[in-house]
T-cell receptor, first 116, second 114 residues
Framework: NAGVTQTPKFQVLKTGQSMTLQCAQD?????MSWYRQDPGMGLRLIHY???????DQGEVPNGYNVSRSTTEDFPLRLLSAAPSQTSVYFC???????????????FGPGTRLLVL | EDQVTQSPEALRLQEGESSSLNCSYT??????LFWYRQDPGKGPEFLFT???AGEEKEKERLKATLTKKESFLHITAPKPEDSATYLC???????????????FGQGTTLQVKP
């Protein structure tokens, strides 16, 4: 299994441009999430999905859109990039259920985004 | 408010010098507590899940323990390759139970010198 994969690894955008960060997993996990990681802020949840066709907002959803048409893929769209969106973005997935209703979450390698 | 605090922020050890990292949490019940290791430029790598106070998990030089208010990650005789940032996260019993939202600490950056 490849686990959680993300593309691209690095991207430079100009303010106002749009782009899509790709995330895929081959573990048949129902739950997928997008986080951003900034110095001093830790990992913050942007959007998440509990299954195909179902998405919801996390802590910092403004400026981002998601969709989940398949179990495997969970793309993150930046609608109009701003310098404040310069960050490292991580996609994560986990299985449903598990002991006491919790589970182990697995992260992708990340996408470093620079918005000029 | 649910909260996770890790200490210290940074820790420098000599190779072979054992120590512990702390993760204190304030949540309305606990479904699980997770430890991750993150190397520079990479995604967090899952290490352990702890569910109940008194539980312990071990992997090589690492041992994670859990009480009702905190978790410790003990590092025994560390090597330079143990240098990384260690993240703690909790899954509260209430509130986020249907969404699986995790609350992350800020992390502890460990440097082990040869």
């Amino acid at each position: 299994n490849a686990g959680v994969t993300q593309t691209p690894k690095f991207q430079v955008l100009k303010t106002g441009q749009s782009m899509t960060l790709q995330c895929a997993q081959d573990m048949n996990h129902e739950y997928m999430s997008w986080y951003r990681q900034d110095p001093g802020m830790g990992l913050r949840l942007i959007h998440y999905s509990v299954g195909a066709g179902i998405t919801d907002q996390g802590e910092v959803p403004n400026g981002y859109n998601v969709s989940r048409s398949t179990t495997e893929d969970f793309p993150l769209r930046l609608l109009s990039a701003a310098p404040s969106q310069t960050s490292v973005y991580f996609c994560a997935s986990r299985a449903r259920g598990g002991l006491r209703g919790t589970w182990s979450q697995y992260f992708g390698p990340g996408t470093r985004l620079l918005v000029l | 408010e649910d909260q996770v605090t890790q200490s210290p922020e940074a820790l420098r050890l000599q190779e072979g010098e054992s120590s512990s990292l702390n993760c204190s949490y304030t949540v309305s019940g606990l479904r699980g507590l997770f430890w991750y290791r993150q190397d520079p430029g990479k995604g967090p790598e899952f290490l352990f899940t702890l569910y109940s106070a008194g539980e312990e998990k071990e992997k090589e030089r690492l041992k994670a323990t859990l009480t009702k208010k905190e978790s410790f990650l003990h590092i025994t005789a560390p090597k330079p390759e143990d240098s990384a940032t260690y993240l703690c996260a909790v899954h509260p019993l209430f509130g986020s139970s249907n969404t699986g939202k995790l609350i992350f600490g800020q992390g502890t950056t460990l440097q082990v010198k040869p």
